[in-house]
T-cell receptor, first 114, second 114 residues
């Protein structure tokens, strides 16, 4: 398996633009997580899905952020409109069903909002 | 609210020395405590993990020490090598619940000087 695949690897956008980050989890994994990594706050959980259903989105910073998982092999994280403070590395991770002991991370998307 | 608190934020160690990173948690429902290692430009990857029914786990040069009564755990890297230079995250999860969330610390940037 190729692991968790994220795209793009790097994204530079202007303030106010819409940004869409993409993730393909490992096949067979029931859980998908979106994390944001910054120097100040480390790895923050934004939202996670179980069997394509959002379970907890309490980490989503504000309404400008939205996430979808239309099927078991694809998820998106959208920021609209983007702001400079959204600049960070965004990771997608997936894991097996309940009781899983490992989250497998993608390589991340480095987002820069200018 | 940070579920897992990690220190120090950064650490510089001479080659051959011992690196120690500490973490603390509050939620006694956590039953699984992994450490993740992240190299620049990569996603975090599972390094070693422990459950609270044991006080220590060792894998090669890496050891987790766990103090259930104090709700603290730490990672010890013996004979630290330049190749160990990375960011280390402690984490906690409740594997017996269906939530399956992984809560991460803020990370420790380790530099091992040759």
């Amino acid at each position: 398996d190729a692991g968790v695949i994220q795209s793009p690897r790097h994204e530079v956008t202007e303030m106010g633009q819409e940004v869409t980050l993409r993730c393909k989890p490992i096949s067979g994994h029931d859980y998908l997580f979106w994390y944001r990594q910054t120097m100040m706050r480390g790895l923050e959980l934004l939202i996670y899905f179980n069997n394509n259903v959002p379970i907890d989105d309490s980490g989503m910073p504000e309404d400008r952020f939205s996430a979808k998982m239309p099927n078991a092999s694809f998820s998106t994280l959208k920021i609209q409109p983007s702001e400079p403070r959204d600049s960070a590395v965004y990771f997608c991770a997936s894991s097996l069903g309940p009781g899983a002991t490992e989250a497998f991370f993608g390589q991340g998307t480095r987002l820069t909002v200018v | 609210q940070q579920q897992v608190k990690q220190s120090p934020q950064s650490l510089i160690v001479q080659k051959g020395g011992i690196s120690i990173i500490n973490c603390a948690y509050e939620n006694t429902a956590f039953d699984y405590f992994p450490w993740y290692q992240q190299f620049p430009g990569k996603g975090p990857a599972l390094l070693i993990a422990i459950r609270p029914d044991v006080s220590e786990k060792k894998e090669g040069r890496f050891t987790i020490s766990f103090n259930k009564s104090a709700k603290q755990f730490s990672l010890h890297i013996m004979d630290s090598q330049p190749g160990d230079s990375a960011t280390y995250f402690c984490a906690a999860s409740k594997t017996r619940n269906t939530g399956n969330q992984f809560y991460f610390g803020t990370g420790t940037s380790l530099t091992v000087i040759p």
